[in-house]
């Protein structure tokens, strides 16, 4: 059975920390990995990867992924308390998505 | 960018009865509309996928005759829930694209808070 499994589950910084929001997946038809940013109602994408080693940044954040190691990793710098949400990793499995269980991101002022 | 709105965005019904959820794409024509379940805690979970005019495709374990999903136009899909009962209890989320079924491009509604008594 397909999976993602995000880690960690939950994690509390503050302002200016750095965080790293990992994301491993086990899928039959890959063809790319998604972030979402999800506070309180509906995600937005933040990202979407299809090629091992290639870096997209938007602002504080940016994301790499590994495909020979099956995980991607995404990071935020210089945290603001805006930052704070869930992310969710999602994996485009033939055209559907299977969506990790998301890291909870608290940032403290 | 592109709005996709949901009515209600919270529902609390009694059990047994029937409850139905819109998606409307606002400013796009939606070719494809998914729609998702989230347990608390848990991930979202693609319930079906629906195609303006065309019969939903259910991933498996999810009973089509429970969950009635309509895609009428290409602005709008239904998902009904009959016969809610507690279980039924979740956050149901819809999502839409307007090239037919690439996920980088789908967008969310703000979710619907179904409660079941």
């Known amino acids: 059975e397909d999976k993602v499994v995000q880690s960690p589950l939950s994690l509390v910084v503050h302002e200016g920390d750095t965080v790293t929001l990992n994301c491993s997946y086990e899928v039959t038809n890959f063809r790319s990995l998604l972030w979402y940013k999800q506070e309180k109602k509906a995600p937005t994408f933040l990202f979407m990867l299809?090629?091992?080693?290639i870096e997209k940044k938007s602002g504080r954040l940016s994301s790499i992924l590994d495909k020979k190691e099956l995980f991607s990793i995404l990071n935020i710098t210089a945290t603001q308390t805006g930052d704070s949400a869930v992310y969710l990793c999602a994996v485009d499995d033939d055209y559907k998505l299977s969506f990790g269980a998301g890291t909870t991101v608290t940032v403290r002022a | 960018g592109a709005v996709v709105s949901q009515h209600p965005s919270r529902v609390i019904c009694k059990s047994g009865t029937s409850v139905k959820i819109e998606c409307r794409s606002l400013d796009f024509q939606a070719t494809t509309m998914f729609w998702y379940r989230q347990f608390p805690k848990q991930s979202l979970m693609l319930m079906a996928t629906?195609?303006?005019?065309?019969?939903?495709?259910?991933e498996q374990g999810v009973e089509k005759d429970k969950f009635l999903i309509n895609h009428a136009s290409l602005t709008l899909s239904t998902l009904t829930v009959t016969s809610a009962h507690p279980e039924d209890s979740s956050f149901y989320i819809c999502s839409a694209n307007s090239e037919g079924v690439r996920t980088d491009t789908q967008y969310f509604g703000p979710g619907t808070r179904l409660t079941v008594l």
């Open positions: 629906s195609n303006e005019g065309s019969k939903a495709t259910y």
């Open positions: 299809t090629s091992s080693g």
